[in-house]
Every structure is written in C-alpha cells, then in structure tokens.
C-alpha cells in the first residue's frame, strides 16, 4: 500500500486470525474505480484487467474473501415424511448472497474458474451444495473470524 500510494500513511492492527491494514486517500478511487458513490447494486461492478489477473491468479482467496464477507456455510436439514415415521438427513451447503448481479457473476465465475458445481437459488443468491463441491470450498475457505 505504502508503495501504490507514498504520500498516504498505512496503518496495521492485529486481529484474531488477521491483520487489518488500512490507508485513507482521496485518490484509492482512481486505483479501484468500481469503489464510488451510492449502492454497490445500482452501479456497474467489473474488475479492471489488472485486478482479473489478480484473481486467475488467486481465485481461491478471492472466493474466500466473497464468502466470508457475503457468505456463509451452514447445515441443510431435510425431513422425508415416510410411512414407518420421519426421516431427518443433513448436509453441508454454502450460500452467497449480493444484491449485486455484478458481484455474484464475478463469485460464480471465480466458481466457475475451479470447476465448482453452484445454483443460483433465488434471485440474489447462490448456492454450492453438491458434496464434491461442498468439499473442494471445505479446503480452502475455512472458518469466519
């Protein structure tokens, strides 16, 4: 940051499971122009071609971030009414929510990048549900601070 942006102060606190790292400048805009005024789903949301090198390069760490700041994983709980009495069966699932259509297309291309099964479930959110793909996120996107 210091580096990108000299004139500007970085400043570094630590966290439980991170370091939060900030710098206050007029001029972040300018570097990440999809940043600006009003609600993130009423304006265009697209990565510059720096920033999708970035994230070919780093796909997994950029889903990760999407599901810890919009996401979560959770236990899908089913009731099969049958003759001899209910039956109950679990399984993990992941869910992503934005309000966003920009923002979830670049979370289900990032997906889509490492062959990972998703759904959309309605109209703001998606879902990775299938066991392989529920296990393929499990390795790398581990639990939210």
């Avoid at 990108?4 to 001029?27: D, E, F, W």
């Avoid at 390069?57 to 099969?80: A, K, P, W």
């Avoid at 062959?115 to 990775?128: D, E, H, L, M």
Wanted: net charge positive.
């Amino acid at each position: 940051m210091a580096t990108v942006m000299p004139n500007s102060s970085v400043g570094r606190l630590q966290r439980t499971g991170c370091t939060l790292v900030n710098s206050y400048s007029k001029h972040w805009a300018c570097l990440f122009p999809q940043h600006g005024p009003g609600m993130k789903h009423t304006r265009k949301i697209a990565l510059q071609p720096w920033q999708e090198e970035i994230v070919a390069e780093f796909t997994e760490e950029f889903i990760r971030g999407l599901i810890h700041s919009d996401g979560c994983r959770s236990m899908n709980r089913v009731r099969r009414p049958l003759k001899s009495g209910d039956r109950w069966y679990e399984y993990p699932r992941y869910f992503f929510v934005n309000e966003s259509v920009d923002i979830r297309r670049l979370f289900t291309d990032a997906l889509d990048l490492l062959g990972i099964a998703w759904k959309q479930s309605n109209r703001k959110t998606i879902s990775v549900a299938r066991r392989e793909a529920v296990a393929r996120l499990d390795e790398f996107v581990g639990p939210k601070y």
